[in-house]
């Protein structure tokens, strides 16, 4: 098993080394050519990213341009690999040559308070440039994941990390996350995958993570919905859209208050992934915990 372990670290390192040496267009349409073989070849996974796009935005799409989606959010998930194998190359010029961020001055302020802030996002764009980009520019990022086993695993770690994103784990995380806040640092959230409350995401009845609603009620720390997009002109460039936060619920009823701020973070992420459908990260069997939708399939 180590033997296997040490081949395939040296394998990705080779690779990652390739992939930062070579021109960026070079590796990124690589990727995104990967990205196309996998759409054509994994049917399994094919089928349901056409089910989900056709179920939410897609209802009244035909047939061809579902299929042109999820064609195309596959290229992106190739050409993210690529980006991500590079990762080793990026330093701060780098990356102020590939992002733009707008609406900087919303972590400015949320730090200015010392209460920390929750960066809630979803794995649209290059989710891992952003982590990264933020990471780089010194903002003080920390992001809840899943633990995973393996050689791989690891390495991941490694890539995020190395750009300056420190990693905690789900079932470590709650004082953790606690800890995060409190010490001004902002805490990065995936919450497009994974149980809680039921909310209305992309008009599907969906399980959304309460995390970020209950953080922001406990400690009064704001949610900004901050989300990454490939540029309009060439998807070399990437563009950080930092939103001003929500409106966090402090009522009586904490209840209430955590199932209206959900829905409010589940409209934040509705709204960014119908603007870039071609963008978001389909692949996933989001609706696998509600019977209704998956009798839909």
Not at 208 to 219: E, V, Y
Request: charged share 20%; with cysteine; aromatic share 8%.
């Amino acid at each position: 098993m180590k033997k296997a372990e040490s081949i395939l670290r040296t394998l990705i390192t080779a690779i990652s080394r390739l992939a930062g040496w070579l021109p960026r267009t070079v590796t990124v349409e690589t990727g995104a050519a990967l990205g196309i073989f996998l759409y054509h070849t994994l049917s399994k996974r094919r089928r349901i990213a056409e089910r989900n796009i056709k179920c939410t935005v897609g209802t009244n799409w035909n047939r061809s341009l579902v299929r042109q989606v999820a064609r195309s959010a596959f290229g992106n998930l190739g050409r993210t690999l690529a980006e991500f194998l590079a990762f080793p190359s990026l330093n701060t010029e780098i990356g102020n040559q590939l992002v733009t961020i707008q609406g900087r001055e919303h972590f400015d302020r949320a730090l200015e308070q010392g209460k920390g802030a929750i960066l809630l996002t979803a794995h649209l764009g290059n989710w891992e440039m952003l982590g990264a980009s933020l990471g780089i520019l010194g903002y003080p990022l920390v992001g809840i994941n899943k633990r995973q086993k393996g050689e791989f695993a690891e390495i991941i770690n490694e890539y995020r990390e190395m750009t300056g994103l420190t990693m905690i784990y789900k079932g470590l995380s709650i004082r953790a996350a606690i800890r995060c806040l409190k010490d001004n640092n902002i805490l990065g959230i995936l919450t497009d995958q994974g149980g809680g409350q039921v909310v209305d995401l992309l008009g599907r009845k969906t399980p959304f993570p309460q995390g970020a609603a209950r953080f922001a009620r406990k400690l009064g720390c704001p949610i900004l919905p901050t989300f990454i997009r490939r540029g309009p002109d060439t998807p070399l460039q990437h563009i950080i859209e930092i939103c001003p936060p929500l409106v966090v619920q402090r009522t009586k009823n904490s209840d209430d208050d955590i199932v209206i701020t959900t829905q409010l973070c589940a409209d934040a992420l509705s709204k960014q992934i119908s603007a870039y459908p071609d963008q978001y990260f389909w692949l996933h069997r989001i609706w696998k915990d509600l019977v209704t939708v998956r009798k839909r399939y």
